[in-house]
C-alpha cells in the first residue's frame, strides 16, 4: 500500500496570508489527524477527522481549521498567519483512529 | 508536570552499543504505546506499537511498557549508525480522545 501522502512538501508565506495543506491517507484508513511540530514545543496534536467529522481538537486557535472527504483526503487551511506558525505540519494516517498511526513526509511551512 | 516526560539527550554510542531510551506518563488512561523514529526532515516513522502492559520484539528493537510505575522503554540492541535519530515516544487512551501525546524526543548517534 501507498504511504501518507502530503502536499505540498515546502511552503513560504508572509504575515496575513493563508494557506491550505493537503493530506492523503493510506488506502482504507479513515481516520486522518494533524500534528504540527516545532523545535521548542515538539509536535502538538491538531485535530483528528474520523469518516468526515472532526472527532477531536487540539488547544489551537479558531485560525487553524480543517475537513475531510469523502474519500477520506483531508485538508488543513491557517489563516492570517503569523510567524510562530512557522512549523513542520504532519498529517496521520490510522484505520481506526485508535491505536496505530502512520505520519506522512509533513509540509514544512516558513511564515515570513 | 507534563504528561510525557523523555529524556532530553542527546545521546553517543559507539557502534554496536545497546542504547535504552526511555519515557514516563502521568496519565493513566494511556493504553497505546508507541515509538516513533525521525530522521532529519522527514515524518516520523512507526518503529514500535504496544497495546497495554509487557514487552514486543522486533529484531533488534525491544519495547517495555511498565504501566504500574507509568515506564516505557525502547532497547536497540547492536547499534547501527543507520539507528541515528531522533526517537521519539507516544501514547494514546482507548476513548474516542485518540490523540497522540509525545515525549520530547531523544537524538540518538552511533559512532562509526
Known amino acids: 500500500k501507498a504511504g501518507v501522502t502530503q502536499t505540498p512538501r515546502y511552503l513560504i508565506k508572509t504575515r496575513g496570508q493563508q494557506v491550505t495543506l493537503s493530506c492523503s491517507p493510506i488506502?482504507?484508513?479513515?481516520?486522518v489527524s494533524w500534528y504540527q511540530q516545532t523545535p521548542g514545543q515538539g509536535l502538538q496534536f491538531l485535530f483528528e477527522y474520523f469518516s468526515e467529522t472532526q472527532r477531536n481538537k487540539g488547544n489551537f486557535p479558531g485560525r487553524f481549521s480543517g475537513r475531510q472527504f469523502s474519500n477520506s483526503r483531508s485538508e488543513m487551511n491557517v489563516s492570517t498567519l503569523e510567524l510562530g506558525d512557522s512549523a513542520l505540519y504532519l498529517c496521520?494516517?490510522?484505520?481506526?483512529?485508535?491505536?496505530?498511526?502512520?505520519f506522512g513526509p509533513g509540509t514544512r511551512l516558513l511564515v515570513l | 508536570q507534563k504528561e510525557v516526560e523523555q529524556d532530553p539527550g542527546p545521546l553517543s554510542v559507539p557502534e554496536g552499543a545497546i542504547v535504552s531510551l526511555n519515557c514516563t506518563y502521568s496519565n493513566s488512561a494511556f493504553q497505546y504505546f508507541m515509538w516513533y523514529r525521525q530522521y532529519s526532515r522527514k515524518g516520523p516513522e512507526l518503529l514500535m506499537y504496544t497495546y497495554s502492559s509487557g514487552n514486543k520484539e522486533d529484531g533488534r528493537f525491544t519495547a517495555q511498557v511498565d504501566k504500574s510505575s507509568k515506564y516505557i522503554s525502547l532497547f536497540i540492541r547492536d547499534s547501527q549508525p543507520s539507528d541515528s535519530a531522533t526517537y521519539l515516544c507516544a501514547m494514546s487512551d482507548t476513548g474516542a480522545n485518540s490523540k497522540l501525546t509525545f515525549g520530547k524526543g531523544i537524538t540518538l548517534s552511533v559512532r562509526p
Open positions: 488506502s482504507g484508513h479513515r481516520s
Open positions: 496521520a494516517s490510522s484505520e481506526r483512529g485508535v491505536g496505530q498511526k502512520y
